[in-house]
């Protein structure tokens, strides 16, 4: 297995064992209520940006359905005894009435994580779910994410939907709902699961990076549009570096500052390479994402979000016209598609973005 697909498994890991939420007190209150009230919904979509503690959410959730009682009572909140043996079996992921579907390894060799969640790992869960629970009264699941299942596996989940076994609990976890059949939306309850606040931001940052100088703490507060795990993918990806360097080379526009952007693209290679590369296209992306809503929203009401340096910027990409953005955004997101980066040279791939960059400013 290769590192980048263990680090995917261990994200998608990693909030089974977690027992902090941070922020969603309402959601929170939601879940627990259907609890309480036996209006529990078989299936949930827990929709919202990636990183902001949906999956966590839903295993503090799945802690509670199983050992039946939650130490927030009256605080409006799912925690958990961690020293039960049940919440102990479910953290440890040998719960033998939990399970959870994440995109597995190929069947043959080299065995790489999958790109998608198959129609067999729906299977696999469908067979689980038929079965009676061993020790528990409910037969609970989280798929994580939803999005990443295939039309077949889509299908193969929405017969189980439609048939829901006795007092069994599917959470999907989606970052995108879009991506997802009508049908699965239509037979399960979503709860629309917030940003964090900068407010909710602010302490974690002070508490785990507390080097970083103020500037540098609010440009992360800015780029992580409210995720909790994009604050940590930036600082432990010399994100705030990294905004600098691409502002910079947006900020000469049609030219280009080739001795820094190679010296970035060198950056791709290497252990870290892969991580640099998509923290970078993905960085490039939310400023031009923030250009067009510049130029889409009125100038007065976008100006309070964004600071003065940024609006420099913005005006000096699109004082020679708005519409060719529309389409450089279009293309950027094509050139940088994971199924088509995935078998190319990065830095190519990067010269490209750059090259309709280039053409978007001379327009």
Known sequence: MTEMSEEIISSIEA????????????????????????????????????????????WQ??????????????????????????????????????????????????????QEISVEDIRSMNLFLRHTPAISEWRTVIIDSAD??????????????????RNTVLILISHMPSKLLATIKSRSQNLSIRPLSDENLAPIINQTMSGLSDYEKNILIRLSNGSQGRVVELAEGNGVEIYQIIKDLLSSLPNIDRIKLHKMLDRFSGDSGENTFRLFNSLLLW??????????????????????????VIK????YGHEQWFNCWDKMNNLLHPSEVSYLDKKQVTLNVFSELIKATRN
Do not use: C
Not at 152 to 164: G, H, V
């Open 15 to 58: 909030p089974r064992k977690t027992t902090k939420l941070i922020g969603h007190k309402d959601a929170e209150l939601t879940l627990l209520n259907a609890w309480k009230t036996n209006k529990l919904a078989h299936a949930w979509i827990f929709s919202g940006p990636r990183g902001i503690g949906k999956a966590t959410l839903a």
């Open 61 to 114: 959730f799945i802690r509670l359905i199983h050992t039946g009682y939650s130490n927030g009572e009256g605080k409006g909140g799912l925690i958990t005894n961690p020293d039960d043996q049940i919440v102990k079996h479910v953290m440890a992921g040998t719960h033998p009435d939990s399970q959870l579907v994440r995109r597995s390894n190929n069947a043959r060799s080299p065995y790489k994580l999958r």
């Open 148 to 165: 990443e299942m295939n039309l077949n596996a889509q299908n193969a989940l929405l017969k189980t939907l439609e048939e829901p076994p």
């Open 287 to 312: 400023w031009i994402a923030r250009t067009i809503r510049y130029i889409s929203l009125k100038h007065n009401d976008v100006r309070k979000e964004i600071p003065d340096d940024e609006i420099e």
């Open 316 to 319: 000096s990409l699109t004082k």
